[in-house]
C-alpha cells in the first residue's frame, strides 16, 4: 500500500475503560468536553497535518454525525479520506488504491459517535492551563493500535463553550503526527452528499 504518511492519524486504536479513578480529578473537565461532543451536529474547518518529519500539508475537513468525516487535502495531494457512518476509506486517486476499514477501529470513533460517554473511555492529559482540557484514548493491552489525543479549547459561544483545536496520533514506534483545525464552524448545513467519493479502481468486465 502507498498509504504510509497518511494512514498513522487513522491507525486503529480501541476505546478501553481507564483504571478507576484516573479522571476524577478533572470530572468537571470531562463533563465539559462531553457536553461539547453531545452539542455538535456538524463542524467544518480546515486542517494542517504535520508528520514527525515536520513536513505539512493542509486541506479541508467537513465532519456530520454520527460517523460522517471528509478529509479533503490541497491541490496535487491525490489523497481523499471519507467516512460514510460505517466505514473509513482512504482513497488514493494516482495509484488507484482504496482501502476501507471500520469506523469503530479507529480513532475517530471517539470523534464520529455523539453518544460515545468519554467520561467511561477517555483520560485527561495534564495541561498548564485550565483553558485547555485534553483527552487521551488508548489502549494499553495493545500497544499496536497507538494512542489519540484530542487537544479542546475554551471558546465562548461554541457549543459546550469549547471548540476542537485538533488531535496528535502517536504509533507504536513513536511516530507521531498532528492534526490542527482553523476556522471551525459548527452545527451549519452539511448534505450527506458531501460523503460520497468516486472510485478510482478499473471496472472490471464481465467475460
Not at 93 to 98: A, F, I, K, L
Amino acid at each position: 500500500m502507498t498509504f504510509g504518511k497518511y494512514a498513522l492519524i487513522f491507525a486503529p486504536v480501541a476505546l478501553v475503560m481507564p483504571m478507576p479513578g484516573s479522571a476524577q480529578s478533572g470530572s468537571a473537565k470531562m463533563d465539559r468536553v462531553v457536553a461539547h461532543m453531545q452539542s455538535v451536529g456538524t463542524m467544518t474547518s480546515t486542517f494542517t497535518q504535520t508528520d514527525r518529519r515536520g513536513s505539512t500539508l493542509s486541506g479541508k475537513l467537513l465532519l456530520k454525525r454520527p460517523g460522517h468525516i471528509r478529509f479533503e487535502y490541497q491541490k496535487g495531494v491525490p489523497l481523499l479520506i471519507v467516512g460514510d457512518g460505517k466505514a473509513l476509506t482512504m482513497v488514493d486517486y494516482e495509484v488507484r488504491q482504496v482501502q476501507r476499514w471500520p469506523i469503530r477501529n479507529s480513532p475517530l470513533a471517539a470523534l464520529l459517535d455523539p453518544g460515545q460517554d468519554l467520561r467511561r473511555y477517555g483520560k485527561l492529559v495534564a495541561t498548564s492551563t485550565d483553558d485547555v482540557i485534553s483527552v487521551e484514548v488508548r489502549d494499553p493491552k495493545r500497544p499496536e493500535f497507538g494512542v489519540i489525543t484530542m487537544v479542546f479549547v475554551r471558546q465562548a459561544g461554541a457549543p459546550g463553550g469549547l471548540t476542537l483545536n485538533g488531535w496528535v496520533a502517536l504509533d507504536s514506534k513513536n511516530n507521531r503526527t498532528s492534526i490542527r483545525l482553523d476556522n471551525v464552524k459548527y452545527n451549519g448545513n452539511v448534505p450527506n452528499s458531501a460523503f460520497t467519493w468516486k472510485d478510482p479502481r478499473p471496472v472490471r468486465r464481465k467475460s
